[in-house]
């Protein structure tokens, strides 16, 4: 692996999902592989589970890990040829050689604006990383995709379930602010390259990218949806369409106790309680939400143990 | 030690007194206790010596420290049953529960609001952490409670004296600000568990929660009762019956070098010189302070390998 | 070494160049020399390059690394005597002394204020960490002077050439905003130490303090200042007479292909691209700004070390 950004970044998802799996047994045995070697992390913007289970899991391998919140320092500029004299004191060209130079990976979290759909999905932020860092790039959220949550679900479904071809629902639940498009893409992406029954349930006017959602079977009746799933993957996301508009915060798509039955339900979390989900799930045996997310580690582990093994 | 939430959690007191005066020593005679074991520290509030204290006691055992300011992600959720539709994104549910799993330990640092006092005193954030952690939790200052402030502060007399029973005089001092509690709290229960001649001075209106203070001799004469004092205890704290209220800032209760006389001269710092305690203490050598605030090394030190030593 | 604040801490500057040299060869070399040693980092502003490069290079000699945002704690007061009952929480008496019971080393960096050039050129902060603190001291950049920069910069010069006595010239160039003299300062007293044919070329109007610039040939014509140069050192400094004033932002100065020809371009970066130096030169060859931030990380490492081995 050279770079971590996309799950098609992965050669082979079902050996990796194992070897996450036997680093949980013993997250220390390979704790010399990142001797000598510096993981930066670039937060563009605010993290608790992608923050702490990424450092966790560089340590885990012996690495050296700085932490810059890089708005604290001063904006980066991204466009090629402007003329720098407003509010950006850096390119992005200086920027991501400089931070190569002390570090063996960069990892990176940066967030869309939900204002100007082809900027987000230009990606230009991670895409401006790649093209002048010279060393790995770490996705940690990206505008458009999740990478490292979409291998810590397909772990933790992995884990859920012997079935061979479980029955996975991603559907839409509400939320009071405009949420990104990353999660469910990287889901819906991961969902597509191991063996599920995979269908997605959404409001009228939340149709995800069509490129990404493809063929997969989508409704709009949730009730109907879940029945009989073996995993219910709750996620918000605002319109893709409307770009970033919050079309309504139905509340009957709250995800309840009576909707999901005996599947177990998935959140990459936070997860507004009674909002999203309600607590008699998020408190039953079927919520596996902090599973899910102590995952996140073994996840980002193996990630970074694939690129030192390249370098 | 399971958790070192209040000073009661110390077995015995004059033990590990002697055990962090060891620790000074050679503190890195346990370097390896720590080894694959991780300190997360949360702050809800600033800090500069618990901060750096408490990473670097950890360090010395041989953990790894991730620090995490809380108010830099979003806001926890603490009350059940919330409809989380408003400002708050994540459930101390999940986030103790999450946390847990990339953490050994969880050192938290939450003050209290001096607005409402059954919420302060409820201790609803470090409660909520024990309640939802899976790992123990250490109290790095809570809306009531500073107890590695006390067993540092218990370490210090113990290095100040041989005296069976030192005279120590905890007073009241002026601030412009509206302080807490907890620091005075956790110093009278840590002195109403040692051998010391102990006695409270503050002004009326300044009484502190009577569950605390017990049956300890109070006075409102801060002359008289500073006399022969082998160490004065110096500290602000707003007014506990006129809840968080400042009542006056009478500049007559500064501490001074006349007031003080031999006796030593302690104060959990930060201190405003002038207001708090006059330049001619802290600048004599009656002053304690620097010596104190070394100990909060060891007192972190030797609560984490208490800690450690049961895991 | 016993503390670096300025350039002249070093005792023989073209043996340190070499060992720095040295270090970039095996930057793990001594990676021990640093253990049970502390180093905190204080920053009073932000840092990208100082941040990361310090960092890295005490962790290349083994060191444990704080890191404090002191802005994120409380103001620090730095008078003496003041009655401390408005805006600051602690004095540097206090904070500079316990630090050091914390940190084997400090380093600090604290911006100059550009409104009061007196207050300012004392160097109360930097002076002030000397005086009270008992461990050394290293200035990150300081109001007047940014010595791992000019140490970064000597190391480079040495590796870009093999003349016994480079051209090298120092350019103003604009800036939309008001920046500092430190970086210039510091890189003219090491142009002052080592083996040069050094000259200025500014504006009418940015002279720089005259004790800093001595003899040195200063002109105010930018062609041909820069005629025949081998390094053209490029930085943007707010006048000194009308301190800290932007006088004008003239883009003829900025930095253009044809006018550095075939000299190597050097900037200590961030730089405003097409204000300060305009693309077609940071996008050459001859631009030297990468291999110049690399450098840090081994002037920082060097200077660490002879602080370490004289503890």
């Known amino acids: 692996m050279k770079k971590f950004t996309t799950i098609y970044d992965i050669e082979n998802i079902p050996e ?147 079935k061979k071809k479980p029955k996975v629902v991603l559907s839409w639940a509400p939320h009071p602010k405009a949420l990104p498009h990353a999660v469910a893409n990287s889901f819906i992406k991961m969902m597509q390259s191991i063996e599920v029954d995979f269908s997605i349930v959404h409001p009228k006017g939340y149709a995800l990218n069509p490129e990404v959602t493809k063929d997969i079977p989508i409704s709009h009746h949730q009730v109907e949806a879940l029945k009989n799933a073996d995993v219910v993957y709750v996620k918000n996301w605002s319109s893709y369409n409307q770009y970033g508009q919050v079309l309504h915060e139905d509340s009957n798509w709250m995800i309840t106790k009576e909707k999901t039955g005996n599947a177990s339900c998935m959140h990459c979390l936070p997860v507004r309680r009674n909002v999203v989900i309600e607590d008699a799930v998020l408190d039953s045996k079927n919520s596996v939400v902090i599973q899910q997310a102590n995952n996140r580690t073994y996840a980002a582990q193996i990630v970074l143990k694939k690129l030192l093994e390249n370098q």
Do not use: C
Not at 33 to 46: E, R
Not at 108 to 122: I, T
């Open 16 to 162: 990796i999902i194992q070897e996450a799996i036997a680093l949980k047994t013993d997250p220390f045995q390979y704790e010399t592989i990142g001797k000598h070697k510096t993981l930066v992390m670039l937060f563009f913007n605010a993290s608790l589970r992608t923050r702490l289970s990424t450092e966790k899991a560089a340590k885990n391998l012996g690495m050296e890990v700085m932490i810059l919140d890089i708005n604290s320092t001063w904006n980066i500029e991204f466009k090629d040829g402007t003329i720098m004299n407003l509010h950006s004191a850096e390119h992005i060209k200086e920027a991501a050689q400089v931070i190569s130079q002390y570090a063996d990976m960069i990892a990176v979290r940066a967030f869309p604006s939900l204002k100007n759909k082809a900027e987000d999905e230009s990606e230009y932020i991670m895409n401006s990383f790649m093209k002048y860092a010279t060393v790995p790039i770490i996705n940690m959220e990206s505008a458009t995709a999740h990478p490292l949550q979409a291998l810590t679900d397909a772990i933790t479904i992995s884990e859920l379930t012997d």
